[in-house]
């Protein structure tokens, strides 16, 4: 069921395209922004850029998930999806793994524009910058999609959405700030890996809160 | 087989169902009537568990429908206002999930006549986006001939349709009672009710009366 689950996310998101052309557009008007009203040295802009980063992807991933629940609510799909005899953890499951998929999509196309713009040197331990992202995208998908299912069902959930999301998110995105700082400084791990600690934490807490809860969360 | 014992449910602390209490055998149709806003969508939502009540229970099967097995819920069926579709989806689409997610199989050729049946099968490859209200009415019927629940629960079946589709309706009701599978259905006409009706509950002021439609 799973599978079948997010199988339909991936299909409406390839139909609609409305999810990762919105977090695509938002993100890089961000870039632009900064890129053009930063009048600073390079190294202060390099001391800061992981902030920059991790700012944007808190906005674009509002926007995202924000779309993401607001197809359900269209033609109230998402109240067959709930009445339906399925585990409503796996919704949630499904909602997390499209999510992360969006985001990191998203960001392997905004990632070179972020850089170049701004005037930075592109990572040395590349790789090691966009593993390390993708397990903060886990966590911010997790919480995402955890306070999402929560205010679905409010007329209020276009404001609620981040006025919750925004405190929980960020021990979140202070540890991502901090990891891709020292990525980028090509720092040892012993100096950062309690930051990745956080970040782990955070992704097994609301993703098991995440599938354990839905099922009551997403009730009227 | 299904069993509703004192539901209470009120919104911004004006009650809206004052403890609800019904049982419906196999094989029987309730027309669930009511003036606008006496809660008929908010009982139909709640024994769906798509609304949490604020206490009461609801068993169907013996089961605890309220419980967290989604099992429980197998052979329910509800429609609702909307057609619980997604719009970018084609009917054909929709239909195809809409089974997957109750663990059933249909064969492509078997949709595609009932979307014949129901005049839908010209934009079978359509995003329902641009359907008509009463095409959508016409889909949620086509949905619950594949699903074909023990037990329905259909909120207002009549509404947006032109005559094709009440007589559409008129045979879907027709053929719960043949199979001897039961319905709450959600009324406001009352021939209709007491013409496919077993019994006739009325909700008004948060509580539910009922007769007989004889």
């Not at chain 1, 299909?11 to 977090?23: D, P, T, V």
């Not at chain 1, 609510?73 to 796996?90: H, M, W, Y």
């Not at chain 1, 392997?108 to 990572?123: A, E, H, Q, R």
């Not at chain 2, 014992?5 to 911004?12: D, L, M, P, Q």
Request: proline share 3%; glycine share 6%; no cysteine.
């Amino acid at each position: 069921m799973l599978l079948n689950l997010i199988k339909k996310e991936l299909l409406i998101e390839f139909r609609s395209k409305q999810i990762i052309l919105s977090m695509l557009i938002f993100g890089l008007a961000i870039i632009l922004i900064f890129a053009l009203s930063s009048n600073v040295s390079s190294e202060i802009l390099s001391s800061y850029s992981p902030g920059m980063f991790w700012l944007m992807n808190l906005f674009i991933v509002v926007l995202g998930v924000h779309r993401s629940f607001a197809y359900e609510k269209e033609f109230d799909a998402f109240s067959l999806l709930v009445s339906a005899p399925i585990n409503r953890g796996q919704i949630f499951l499904s909602k997390w793994i499209s999510g992360f998929i969006f985001i990191t999509t998203t960001q392997l196309i905004v990632i070179v524009p972020f850089f170049n713009l701004l005037l930075l040197d592109i990572p040395e331990n590349l790789l090691l910058f966009i593993l390390t992202s993708m397990l903060i995208n886990l966590g911010m998908m997790a919480i995402a999609n955890l306070v999402s299912g929560i205010v679905i069902r409010s007329n209020f959930s276009e404001i609620l959405l981040p006025l919750l999301m925004f405190p929980l998110l960020s021990p979140l995105i202070i540890a991502a700030t901090k990891i891709s700082s020292a990525v980028i400084n090509a720092h040892s791990y012993e100096v950062w890996n309690v930051w990745v600690l956080i970040v782990v934490s955070i992704v097994v807490l609301f993703g098991l809160a995440g599938y354990a809860l839905f099922d009551f969360i997403v009730e009227e | 087989m299904l069993s509703v014992k004192n539901i209470y449910k009120s919104f911004n602390r004006l009650s809206i169902l004052k403890g609800i209490s019904f049982s419906q055998n196999k094989g029987e149709i309730i027309a669930l009537m009511g003036k606008n806003g006496t809660g008929k969508s908010t009982l139909l939502r709640i024994i769906a568990r798509i609304m949490k009540a604020d206490s009461g229970t609801v068993t169907f099967n013996e089961k605890d429908l309220l419980s967290a097995n989604s099992k429980y819920r197998n052979n329910m069926f509800y429609v609702g206002h909307e057609p619980g579709l997604y719009s970018f989806f084609s009917p054909i689409e929709n239909l195809k999930f809409l089974l997957k997610t109750r663990d059933l199989s249909s064969k492509e050729n078997s949709i595609e006549d009932k979307l014949d049946r129901y005049g839908l099968i010209d934009f079978i490859d359509k995003p329902i986006a641009v359907f008509s209200k009463g095409m959508l009415q016409k889909l949620k019927l086509v949905q619950i001939e594949l699903v074909n629940p023990d037990l329905l629960l259909f909120d207002e079946p009549y509404s947006s349709l032109d005559e094709d589709g009440v007589v559409l309706v008129d045979q879907l009701i027709a053929d719960i009672k043949m199979q001897n599978k039961s319905a709450i259905l959600v009324l406001h006409d009352e021939y209709k009710a007491k013409k496919y009706g077993d019994f006739i509950f009325k909700l008004a002021s948060g509580k539910i009366s009922k007769k007989n439609a004889t």
